[in-house]
């Protein structure tokens, strides 16, 4: 059938199917300037990472922040060269024998001196403080959409309930969430997970986000996984409300939830610690009454969200977005093997390395587009369509 969309008078063709329901077409927006974007940077691997960190250890003298160990204070500070194939090693776990061959002109033995004398995680910690630091100062990155965070954006056209938009999954939402309050907290995999019930934890992950003060939406590929609710029950000729929301509950529980609710605003508990460890309880008065407040949110976003196509747009555009920090991550961090053994504390390191290594990447990515924005008269709306944390042009294959 055709629907109607209010909002734009243009008509998307929305099909129906018995099983999965409403499946919507969602129209590229016409424009070439993501194309503009990636053509402003430079060719393919043209870049090299020991440039890139080069280049922001000029700007930001990040590799200062390593201090040997107190038991090393003589030893002479090694070439930033070091550094760099130290950093690098502990994020591919390649080994230093490879690293060294890749590099060459370097020494094994300095080099296994100086991670093991000046890598340290409050070392790393620093150095990530001054490069991010960088960042910020920069007036480029003082435009909303080329923020680091690939999680939330701003919304700008007023399309949600919130300014300001959450966009992942229900695996990554706790983390998300410690992410743009502040909270700390370890990064969260998968296996560390288990959702018995996808639907309810969505509707849960609704009404938290909500209440933090957060839209949260999320692409919508088969429409039968989730149910529409209202205040009393509704059959039509092509909707129907599926449950009736009891706001008893919510009223009875209220307190509780507020309770909970700035246990994470003010990270006294992080969302990763607290989050997995509510989603599965569904004997929990509060978790009940916090799941009814997101039947109520989840709803208007569905409704929404087959209203509007600048809505269905926005949402692909921010996706794709965060696909390429997920790239960029797999481009910087070796994946961890299935017969691998990893403990936690070397883990978190890794991982702190790696961000490093990709704060250098963004920060060389925004320093260069700084000296492209006055070539181009629409850089804004070209910066608004691109992706910054692009990483294409950077080899890690020489030096």
């Given at each position: 059938m055709n629907y109607h969309n209010s909002g734009n008078n243009?008509?998307?063709?929305?099909?129906?199917?018995?099983?999965?329901?409403?499946e919507l077409e969602t129209p590229l927006p016409k424009t070439d300037h993501i194309d503009r974007f990636t053509k402003l940077f430079p060719a393919k691997k043209s870049i090299s990472l020991w440039d890139v960190f080069n280049q922001i250890n000029q700007a930001t003298k990040f590799i200062d922040a390593f201090e040997p160990f107190d038991f090393h204070r003589n030893k002479k500070r090694p070439e930033a060269i070091y550094f760099y194939a130290a950093l690098i090693?502990?994020?591919?776990?390649?080994?230093?024998?490879?690293?060294?061959?890749?590099?060459?002109?370097?020494?094994?033995?300095?080099?296994?001196?100086?991670?093991?004398?000046?890598?340290?995680?409050d070392n790393v910690r620093r150095a990530n403080a001054r490069v991010t630091s960088f960042i910020d100062e920069l007036e480029i990155a003082s435009i909303p959409e080329t923020g680091v965070c690939q999680y939330s954006f701003e919304d700008k056209d007023d399309l949600f309930r919130h300014p300001k938009a959450l966009c992942c999954s229900e695996i990554e939402f706790a983390y998300a969430i410690d992410r743009l309050l502040g909270n700390a907290s370890a990064p969260i995999e998968e296996d560390d997970i288990l959702i018995k019930d996808k639907r309810a934890c969505r509707e849960l992950?609704?009404?938290?986000?909500?209440?933090?003060?957060?839209?949260?939406?999320?692409?919508?590929?088969?429409?039968?996984?989730?149910?529409?609710?209202?205040?009393?029950?509704?059959?039509?000729?092509?909707?129907?409300?599926?449950?009736?929301?009891?706001?008893?509950?919510?009223?009875?529980?209220?307190?509780?939830?507020?309770?909970?609710?700035?246990?994470?605003?003010?990270?006294?508990?992080?969302?990763?610690?607290?989050?997995?460890?509510?989603?599965?309880?569904?004997?929990?008065p509060m978790f009940m009454g916090l799941r009814e407040a997101g039947k109520l949110i989840q709803t208007l976003f569905i409704l929404k969200y087959i209203d509007k196509v600048e809505l269905r747009q926005t949402i692909e555009r921010h996706l794709d977005k965060a696909q390429f920090h997920a790239g960029l991550s797999k481009f910087i961090q070796k994946p961890q093997r299935a017969s691998e053994f990893i403990s936690f504390n070397d883990k978190e390191f890794n991982d702190a390395c790696a961000s490093l290594l990709k704060n250098c990447i963004m920060a060389w990515n925004f320093d260069y587009l700084a000296t492209k924005k006055q070539d181009i008269a629409d850089f804004s709306e070209v910066l608004k369509h691109g992706f910054v944390p692009y990483w294409k042009h950077i080899a890690f294959s020489h030096r």
């Open positions: 243009q008509t998307a063709l929305i099909s129906t199917d018995h099983k999965r329901g409403f090693e502990r994020t591919t776990r390649n080994g230093f024998d490879k690293i060294v061959k890749q590099v060459g002109d370097i020494d094994k033995d300095q080099l296994e001196d100086t991670a093991r004398i000046f890598l340290t995680s992950l609704f009404g938290i986000a909500d209440l933090l003060g957060y839209s949260y939406v999320t692409r919508i590929t088969d429409f039968s996984e989730y149910n529409f609710y209202g205040n009393e029950e509704y059959k039509g000729e092509n909707f129907k409300v599926d449950d009736v929301i009891n706001y008893d509950l919510i009223n009875a529980n209220w307190d509780e939830i507020l309770r909970f609710v700035a246990t994470i605003k003010t990270g006294y508990t992080s969302a990763a610690v607290l989050i997995p460890k509510f989603i599965n309880r569904f004997e929990d």
